[in-house]
Each structure stands twice: as structure tokens, then as C-alpha cells.
């Protein structure tokens, strides 16, 4: 998989100012950061579950 270098990284950005505009990418950040953050809240409350699960399966083992 190629590393994205300093200038495809530049280009990305302009390529969003022109389709978003400078007023919505803030937005659209905003919006990509809490959706980022209610997944790792899900996933983490999914691992805590199984580690629950696990503990209990091994107190009836014992």
C-alpha cells in the first residue's frame, strides 16, 4: 500500500475546498469527529461486554 506524500496530501485538501467550500469543511469535520467518537464508544462498550461475558464464564467454570 503506497504512503500518501506531502503533495497528494495538498491536493486532497483543495480538491475539498472546491467541492465543499471553505464554510462547510469545519462542519463536516465536526461531524466526522463525533461520528469517529460514538463508534470507539460502541466498540469499547462491545469489549467491556465480552470481558464481562468472560469473567462470568469462568467464575461457573471454577
Known amino acids: ?8 496530501l495538498v491536493l486532497i485538501v483543495i ?3 472546491l467541492i465543499f467550500g471553505p464554510k462547510k469543511l469545519p462542519e463536516l469535520g465536526k461531524a ?3 461520528t469517529l ?3 470507539k464508544n460502541a ?3 462491545l469489549a467491556d461486554d465480552d470481558e464481562d461475558q468472560k469473567g462470568k464464564n469462568k467464575e461457573e467454570v471454577k
Not at 1 to 8: D, E, Q, V, W, Y
Open 1 to 8: 500500500m503506497p504512503n500518501i506524500g506531502f503533495g497528494s
Open 15 to 17: 480538491v475539498a475546498l
Open 32 to 34: 466526522a469527529g463525533n
Open 37 to 39: 467518537r460514538e463508534f
Open 43 to 45: 466498540t469499547k462498550g
